[in-house]
């Protein structure tokens, strides 16, 4: 049973940081593209950072580049995402999916899914 359990949530203020992380079982975690989405209320879940099966290519949403760096630890079947220079607009649940795509930002091409871990930035 594959599961991905995010965690590192929490409310933050504006200018903060953050530090996601997903771990995973149940699945060869190296031959699978990871990456994490957001969503708000209302609105479809949008992809924000991705990095390929032995993280030689990483790749963000442009509203986080510069701000957000996601990378993975094979050995240790966890994922990250560092978030520096939190803005408001950020506040979303972030969830973590696994893809057998390589290189992929397509929410349909993503299998599994964890639960989501609520990130809220204030003003």
């Known amino acids: 049973q594959v599961q991905l359990i995010e965690s590192g949530g929490g409310l933050v203020q504006a200018g903060g940081s953050l530090r996601l992380s997903c771990a995973a079982s149940?699945?060869?975690?190296?031959?699978?593209?990871m990456a994490w989405f957001r969503q708000t209320p209302g609105k479809e879940r949008e992809f924000v950072a991705g990095v390929s099966w032995r993280a030689s290519s990483t790749y963000y949403a442009d509203s986080v580049k510069g701000r957000f760096s996601i990378s993975r630890d094979n050995a240790k079947n966890v994922m990250s995402l560092q978030m520096i220079s939190l803005k408001p607009e950020d506040t979303a649940v972030y969830y973590c999916?696994?893809?057998?795509?390589?290189?992929?930002?397509?929410?349909?091409?993503?299998?599994?899914w964890g639960q989501g871990t609520q990130v809220t930035v204030s003003s």
């Open positions: 999916g696994s893809s057998g795509v390589v290189v992929s930002r397509l929410e349909a091409e993503f299998g599994f």
């Open positions: 149940g699945l060869t975690f190296s031959r699978y593209t």
